[in-house]
């Protein structure tokens, strides 16, 4: 087998008998849609979607150092994370550059789980298996222990709880449990990409064709639709939400990316990429880098990543994501704009899209926000 051939996920055959339209996708075959992604998109948003995800990439680090060890490796302060709770964070290069955005989430007081990008998972663990020299600590590929599925929506926890005995009311976004799912051991976290509420289950890849059925079945009355990649993203972009490679990069940082919360400078120790992203800090207040912003169509055109964003006749930004927003029924993009045309309501300021300069409007981050 050719080490080029795609990754199939333990869901595999179960989305080619559902009809899917499959795509690779940082080298694993992952489903793009199933029927449309506009009625997959607006289930998300006002019923549920079941997701694979299983092509993210869990990297266990446990030990007694554990947490000083993610507390170097990474920018955030993880040993304030408490046992059960989870954390948005990065993983940056010595020159303040994103490697990756991450999830870590504390599973035991020495256990920690850390969820890499498909796109980055190697890379992730390289860096930590090398950042990890002199802990305590052990940096363990957990990548074949998991499949992924995620439900997601205003019904999901009405669906989740017919299968769980786990205490879902008592379980705050970006949290963890362990629990049992259509009677099967599972790791419940309160997490998601979509900007609704919803649910991520790490289980045993033998595991995961029982519960997806199971969900599946339980979600029916509900409007529950299996949901592609395809609507992931679109959900992901109304809800302003980053995706690596398009808003997040080496030759960013995140102060650079309008992320620079995420970097905790008041932990102890030293961390990788502390010197420069202090110097980043700092610039950052002087001259303010490129606003992240959204962009929303006045027409019908739609923007693509890699389009100028123009005004009087100039280059102020570029699209780093873009496409038809179902939930607003326009064309919505997010773009870095240079700070002096990033204030929401800015006039004249356009996109270049084939040579044909497009009025947008800009507005502020997210575009969509559920009602809680």
């Known amino acids: 087998m050719s080490s080029n051939a795609p990754r199939h996920t333990a869901l595999d ?24 992604e506009r009625d997959e998109h607006l289930a998300v948003r006002t019923k549920a979607g079941l997701f694979d995800l299983s092509h993210m990439g869990e990297i266990t680090v446990s030990g007694p150092r554990a947490a000083a060890l993610l507390n170097y490796a990474l920018v955030g302060n993880i040993g304030s994370v408490g046992v059960g709770r989870a954390r948005y964070t990065m993983i940056c290069r010595a020159d303040g550059g994103i490697l990756d955005d991450l999830i870590v989430y504390r599973l035991q007081e ?11 998972a190697q890379v992730v663990l390289d860096a930590l298996l090398e950042r990890a020299a002199g802990f305590d600590a052990v940096v363990r590929d957990d990548r074949d222990a998991y499949a992924l599925i995620a439900v997601q929506g205003p019904e999901s926890p009405g669906i989740l709880k017919s299968l769980t005995d786990a205490d879902l009311d008592g379980l705050k976004y970006y949290a963890g449990l362990p629990g049992t799912v259509a009677g099967v051991a599972a790791l419940i976290a309160r997490t998601g990409y979509t900007g609704e509420d919803g649910f991520e289950l790490f289980v045993s890849p033998g595991d995961a064709e029982k519960v997806w059925q199971a969900l599946t079945e339980a979600g029916a009355p509900a409007g529950l639709v299996p949901c592609g990649l395809s609507c992931r993203d679109t ?13 997040l990069s080496t030759s960013l940082t995140p102060f650079d990316a309008g992320l620079g919360r995420v970097v905790k400078f008041e932990k102890e120790g030293d961390f990788v990429g502390r010197e420069a992203l202090s110097e980043a800090a700092a610039a950052a207040l002087e001259i303010p880098p490129r606003v992240l912003v959204g962009l929303i169509a006045e027409g ?18 570029e699209v780093t994501s873009g496409a038809p927003s179902p939930t607003l029924g326009k064309p919505i993009a997010m773009a870095y ?16 899209i084939r040579g044909s300069h497009e009025p947008y409007e800009v507005v502020a981050l997210p575009f969509y926000k559920r009602q809680k």
């Open 235 to 247: 959900l992901r972009l109304e809800a302003g939400m980053p995706l690596y490679g398009h808003e």
């Open 300 to 317: 019908r055109r739609v923007p693509r990543a890699g389009y100028a964003v123009v005004a009087d006749g100039k280059v102020v930004g």
């Open 110 to 120: 020495h256990e920690y789980m850390v969820v890499a990008n498909a796109s980055n």
């Open 337 to 352: 704009v240079d700070a002096a045309h990033s204030a929401p309501g800015t006039a004249g300021v356009g996109v270049d």
């Open 13 to 36: 055959a179960l989305h080619r008998s559902l009809g899917a339209t499959m795509t690779d996708f940082a080298g694993w075959d992952m489903p793009l849609r199933y029927g449309s």
